[in-house]
């Protein structure tokens, strides 16, 4: 230094009061704690939407598998389907005379 300038004089940083430090401190947790809350309610919502989609798919396919028994309950209540299920089952209508066809094999 040359005798002419001024001298600085490098002063230790001051600290901040112990009141700001604390606010500070508790505005960190605050923060640090809404963040955990938010990502906790973030993962619990991912959780229930996945549970709802795969709800709602079991739903769908239990949907298609009520249609296709209905359909077939409507099916197997139609006259059509009863009298051709009857008759293979050997019943005969009332009237109906049954006709026995022998078949013999043809003369070489």
């Known amino acids: 230094m040359q005798s002419g300038e001024p001298r600085r004089i490098i002063h230790e940083a001051a600290r901040p009061p112990l009141g700001m430090r604390t606010m500070l401190w ?3 947790i605050i923060t640090a704690v809404l963040l955990v809350a938010t990502l906790g309610e ?3 919502r ?3 939407e996945s ?3 795969a709800a709602a798919a079991r739903n769908a396919a239990l949907q298609r598998d009520v249609a296709a ?3 077939a309950i409507a ?3 139609s006259d059509v389907e009863i009298e ?3 008759r293979r089952w050997g019943y005969i209508r009332s009237g109906d005379h049954p006709v026995i ?3 013999t094999p043809a003369p070489n």
Do not use: F, K
């Open 46 to 48: 991912a959780s229930v």
């Open 69 to 71: 028994t209905q359909r």
């Open 84 to 86: 051709r299920t009857a």
């Open 75 to 77: 099916l197997a209540r």
């Open 51 to 53: 549970q709802v989609r």
């Open 101 to 103: 066809v022998v078949v």
């Open 26 to 28: 508790a505005i960190l």
């Open 42 to 44: 973030a993962l619990t």
